[in-house]
Every structure is written in C-alpha cells, then in structure tokens.
C-alpha cells in the first residue's frame, strides 16, 4: 500500500512578516508572505504595530495558502508554528492561532525554532536542487542573528559562533539608515553595490576571538567617517552612494568569510550553507561561490523565496519533528529568546 502523504501547515511570525505555507510531503505547495510595510517610515520595526498587523493578516493569509495549495483542511495533518526566537508580540499571533486550528482540527501542535527553521529551508524539495550532506556548516545570517551552526543531523545541531553585539542584517540596515535609505535597507545596498567600488573605502574590522562575530565597530566606524566627510562636503553621500555601498558590504561580507573559513578549517567540514535573510546577498552569494572553488567547498545556497524569512522553512522543519512524533501541548508559550 502507498504511504500516505503528509500535509503540514506553517506559520511564522516572529518579526514582520506573516506567513504561512502548506508543505505536502518534502515540496511546498503554497507558500505566502503579508509583508507589512508600515515600519518603512520609522526606519525599524515597531513591534505593537507589528503584533497588530500580524492580528489582522493571519487569518487571510492561512486561508489563502489553504486554498493555494488545493486542499482542505481537513487534509491537514499537523500545524507547525514559530515559538521563537523574536518580537513576543508577534509570536504571540501565530502561537495563539497554532495553538487554537492543533485544538479545533484535533492535530498535533509542533513548535518550532526559527533559527533551525533557516537552516532546514535547505531541505525543501523543489526537484532541482542538492541538499547538503551531514556534517554540515550553516553561516545563519538574519536581521537578528548572525550564528556558524554546526548541522550534525535535521534536529542534531549546535551554536559554534555567534554575534556578541549587532547582527549582520542589523548592520546593513542600520548602515542603510545612514546613507538615506527606508527600512530594511539591506536589499538596497546589495542593489546599489552592483554599481560600485567595493575598494573605494576602507572601514575597520573586528579583532574577535574563535568563531564569534562583533559588527558595532564596524557600524560606529561608518558613522563617524560619513559625519566627518560631510562636514566638508554635505553632498558626499550621495555623490558616492553606490562605492558607499559596494565597500560595507564588501566588509560585512570579509568578516562573515574569515569566521566561516576558520570554522571550515577547524572541523574539517567541506560542505558549507548560508541561510537565512543576508544569505539573499549577491555579495554573499557571489563570495560564497568563489570560495567554493578555491578551498574545495561544497556550497548550498537557498532559493530567494528561502531566504528570508518564510513558513515554509517552518513546516519543513515541522515535517521533520512530525515523524520523530515531537509534538507541543496546549500549555506551550511564545519564546523570545527561544535558543537552538
Ligand atoms: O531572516 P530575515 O528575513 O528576518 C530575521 O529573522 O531577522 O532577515 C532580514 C534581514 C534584514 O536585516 C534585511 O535587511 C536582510 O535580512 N536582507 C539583506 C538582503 N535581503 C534581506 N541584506 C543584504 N542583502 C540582501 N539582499
Ligand atoms: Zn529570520
């Protein structure tokens, strides 16, 4: 008799955006994202109205990837949701909804963590693409994290780096902010550094021991060069947008680079992912590739759409609890500093 096929509805809302997918089996057959472009006028994101969005979009949104997909949902096997890390307003949306459809539908309720939601993204069949072989290393690179993780297997992994101040995205936002950009700012410096000098300028890099990350003086280092120069001309940063952009992505992208290299190295791991929304980067990608040829690595780049953040990656990694039957209660709880 055939196995019959699995259906597992996602939700992610830990930032900004709501999501949700269906996922059949390892494809994904919807997945949609409300992005709430709100925050772009108060160059962050402002979590009340963040949580008040994610309120109204919700519903509207699981309904149309229900409907998407072709199915109903009585079909649903299992709803699988982010319990964190992020904005505990927002988590409490998609945490309460998951929480109520486990109840009304009579399935399991499976949590998820957002951070190992990234990484397992690269598992999502999509017909073309390789999957990365174990042990592998994940350069996890978000507005709120930056982590090396250590993948020993789907639900075996380990933090081996991380961040000890801002995180990547964060530095490209935050930097977007001060060359005039709206929020996120990331994607419009990847846009504008096509164009531009990635040597023009030179900004300092950390001094940070073992596999962890620093970026706030990298961040103050822009900051006070940028004043410095417009005092003695106002229009510099415009005149020199796109070698602006091209010369901090190019640092962002060498400091990320020297850690993963070191790790690479240290564990003697040849297959290497990025994941998560700076492994959108063209810069990274690029980078990435290059290195690939260079020091024999094995590179596992996600699709655009499994990049940032997604619910897909959260019913894939859903899927994988599903059949170790690692379910939730009805007593589980939003958790902003949910760790791997
Ligand atoms: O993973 P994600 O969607 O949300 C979090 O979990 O934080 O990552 C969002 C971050 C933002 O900081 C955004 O500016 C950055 O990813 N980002 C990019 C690009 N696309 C998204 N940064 C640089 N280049 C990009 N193309
Ligand atoms: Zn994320």
Redesign the pocket.
Known sequence: MPEKDIYILGIES??D?TSAAILKNNTILSNLIARQDVHELYGGVVPELASRAHQQNIVPVIDAAIKKAGISKEQIDAVAFTRGP?LMGSLIVGTSFAKAFSMAMDIPLIEVN?MVG?VLAHFIEDGENKMPKFPFLCLT?????TQIVLVRDHLDMEVIGTTIDD????T??KA?KLLGFPY????L??KHASNGDHLKFKFSKPDIKELDFSFSGLKTSILYFLQKQCISNPAFIEQNRDDLCASI?ATIIEILLKKLKKAAKDLNINQIAIA???S?????RNTLKEEALLLNWEVYIPKFEY???NAAMIAITGKFLFEKAVFSDQSVAASPRYSI
């Not at 690179?141 to 994290?145: L, R």
């Not at 995180?167 to 964060?170: D, H, S, T, V």
């Not at 959108?280 to 990274?284: D, I, K």
Request: charged content about 15%; proline content about 6%; glycine content about 24%.
């Open positions: 830990s930032c955006d992020g957002h990234h690179v978000s507005g709120g994290h995180a990547a995205g964060e490209f936002d977007a996120p700012g990331g994607p410096i990847d992505q998560g929304g700076v959108a980067n063209s810069g990274l990049c940032t953040d």
